[in-house]
């Protein structure tokens, strides 16, 4: 058996995308297919198109809608891809999983830890409640930032620590004694 290769172009080849934080993020769906191994889960994967992370994929399976009340999940992916409220209200829709590769979304995204036991997330969401969610999320992240830049508690220097107050000194120890001694004792001080 004979076989080559050679390594012209590969430093054109990314050999690794980092996996987005946390956030709210501008995408198309690149696929959602039947999981073969989870009933009735679909697999979403969507790229990230705009931002630090365009290029990047991240995927969740997302259950049918059943009696395990995430019909909210699968709303906000139709209005997130563009379909109006009254069609998606109405008893005749029947969306087709085969239009939707390729068409843009907006979705939040978690990744996962199993060392933290936090479940990655995606979430979609139709453009003005994808915009208000961004907003409050952002607003948070850089008052959280905000705090972290705060600096900690100075210590207190020798000069400061001799205006500190002494607690008062305690009782003199008096062994044995009856409780008229011990009395006595309390009133000297």
């Known amino acids: 058996m004979s076989w080559s290769f050679t390594f012209t172009n590969l430093s054109e080849i990314q050999t ?8 709210y993020y ?9 999981d073969t191994e989870r009933d009735g889960t679909i697999n979403f994967v969507v ?48 969306p087709d999983p085969k239009d939707w590769v390729g068409l843009p979304t907006s979705v939040y995204w978690r990744p996962g830890s199993k060392e933290l036991g936090i479940w990655r997330e995606l ?15 952002e607003s ?22 001799s205006s500190i107050p002494t607690p008062p000194k305690a009782a003199p120890s008096v062994g044995a004694a009856s409780g008229a001694d011990l009395l006595n004792a309390i009133r000297r001080n």
Not at 16 to 23: A, D, F, K, R, T
Not at 58 to 73: C, D, E, Q, R
Not at 140 to 161: D, I, L, Y
Request: aromatic share 10%; glycine share 8%.
């Open 16 to 23: 690794s995308i980092v996996n987005p934080l946390e956030g």
């Open 26 to 34: 501008k995408g198309k769906i690149v696929s959602c297919d039947l």
């Open 47 to 94: 790229e990230i198109t705009e931002g630090d992370f365009a290029g990047a994929q991240v995927s969740k399976g997302i259950k049918l809608p059943s009696h395990a009340n995430n019909g909210f999940i699968w709303k906000g992916l139709f209005e997130s891809l563009g379909y109006k409220t009254a069609d998606i209200n109405s008893p005749a829709f029947t």
């Open 123 to 137: 979430l979609f969401f139709g453009e003005q409640q994808w915009l208000a969610k961004k907003a409050r999320f």
């Open 140 to 161: 948070e992240q850089s008052a959280t930032e905000a705090t972290k830049s705060v600096s900690a508690p100075s210590v207190p220097t020798a000069a400061a620590k």
